[in-house]
């Protein structure tokens, strides 16, 4: 692997800006909500490490150009416009308040369309655990730049995300749609992803950590809460190396509210950083990395790559802030536990920088999400905007004063 990991993750970068439209008009923009999500956090940690101008251009236009091809109906779609319903004026001002498209080929399944599990993945639609990854994007560019329409735009897809996509089953219960229509009025797929509750707590609970006042975002905490009591019985033992990569993203950002203050239960932490420390070494015993690159998915593997990065900085911080956990020493014990995995990461990344494997069309079919999640995973974990995790946390005195209230 090349000895300047970060210098690497730089010319993947810069071409990706090219060739999908960004920093050139010589290429279409090319956008999908998941890609571009990872190519915002990795332009804005390039601008930290370089002070380079460009890096943060790049994430700026970056984030207009999803706001205007994802906020609008699929070109192929009959309807036009924002899918807010918005006019243009008002529409360009509140991008993100209806959600916004994954950006998937196919125009979404209509209501008298057949559900085909295998079409399905190629029709548009709207994501939950994609609309959070936009959210933790907008939220890094506010903190980063001090410019409060960010932070806006996350908060109002948030809204529109609870609003949408949280529902309840005839007995009463909270649960999560895993895809919904682009209105946001009816569920493409019904059943609840393994993962979304959790990174959707951890999602909100970090957007409501940067909210000046408390009560102008009460739907925000009320569907934190939510989705909390969601994951009072759930499980996160999983042997998918992306759902394993964003179990171990969700402990660290856990981990960082409670140093923080922003939380102060931590069952919930203990819990995840059990279950992603168990997958893992279930995940090892599989031997799944020793298969060739035609049998594996470089997106899904450097998930994982990337979760294993954010637990490394996970032991200073609590030795930091012992006083704010319940069992600082148990949870320390299941960090090492993950962390004795993290040559697992190193494996991945050297097996998918290698130009063989990247000849297999396993690569080249998901080609901008393997480049864009592979700078992610070379950029140095400790100090990654990935996740509001990585972030230095932000909340004022006066906020915590609140909180405290």
């Known amino acids: 692997m090349d000895d300047k990991p970060r210098d690497h993750a730089e010319l993947l970068m810069l071409d990706f800006a090219i060739r999908t439209g960004i920093g050139s008009d010589q290429f279409p923009s090319k956008r999908y909500l998941w890609t571009d999500a990872f190519a915002v956090f990795n332009f804005l940690s390039l601008y930290r ?85 936009w959210m933790h994007a907008l939220q890094c560019m506010h903190r980063v730049t001090q410019e409060q329409r960010y932070l806006t735009w996350a908060v109002e897809l948030a809204q529109a995300a609870a609003s949408g996509f949280l529902r309840e089953t005839p007995s009463g219960q909270p649960y999560l749609c895993w895809k919904m229509s682009i209105d946001l009025t009816r569920p493409l797929v019904s059943s609840m992803g393994q993962l979304d509750p959790l990174d959707g707590y951890c999602s909100y609970e970090q957007l409501l950590t940067d909210a000046a006042d408390p009560e102008s975002v009460a ?13 009072r019985d759930m499980t996160w033992l999983t042997d998918d190396e992306l759902g394993i990569g964003g179990t171990l993203t969700s402990a660290a950002d856990l981990v960082s509210l409670l140093a923080s203050g922003a939380l102060s239960q931590d069952e919930l932490s203990e819990r995840v950083l059990d279950d992603g420390a168990r997958s893992l070494e279930r995940y090892e015993k599989n031997n799944a990395l020793g298969r060739n690159a035609e049998s594996r998915l470089a997106f899904r593997e450097l998930g994982m790559a990337i979760g294993l990065r954010s637990v490394g900085p996970l032991t200073e911080r609590i030795n930091q802030r012992r006083d704010r956990f ?60 990935y996740s509001p995790a990585q972030i230095e946390m932000k909340t004022t005195a006066h906020q915590m004063t609140q909180r405290r209230e």
């Not at 036009?80 to 196919?106: F, Q, Y």
């Not at 008298?112 to 029709?123: G, K």
């Not at 739907?219 to 969601?230: E, V, W």
């Not at 962390?339 to 130009?355: C, G, H, M």
Request: proline share 4%; charged share 35%.
């Open 326 to 385: 319940r069992e600082p020493d148990l949870l320390l014990s299941r960090v090492e536990r993950i962390k004795s995995n993290l040559e697992l990461a190193d494996r991945i990344l050297r097996f998918w920088v290698d130009e063989t494997n990247q000849s297999a069309r396993t690569w080249t079919e998901h080609h901008d999400i393997n480049e864009v999640m592979l700078a992610t995973a070379m950029i140095d974990g400790d100090e990654l905007l």
């Open 219 to 231: 739907d925000l905490r009320l569907a934190a809460d939510q989705m909390r009591s969601m994951c």
């Open 49 to 133: 490490f370089t002070s380079d101008e460009k890096h943060l251009r790049h994430a700026r236009r970056l984030i207009d150009l999803v706001h205007e091809t994802l906020g609008r109906h699929h070109p192929d779609d009959t309807r036009e416009g924002w899918i807010s319903g918005l006019g243009e004026e008002e529409g360009r001002a509140h991008p993100t308040r209806a959600g916004l498209r994954i950006g998937k080929p196919l125009v979404e399944r209509t209501p008298d369309d057949p559900y085909e599990m295998r079409l399905e993945w190629e029709r548009d639609g709207q994501y939950f655990h994609y609309l959070t990854k």
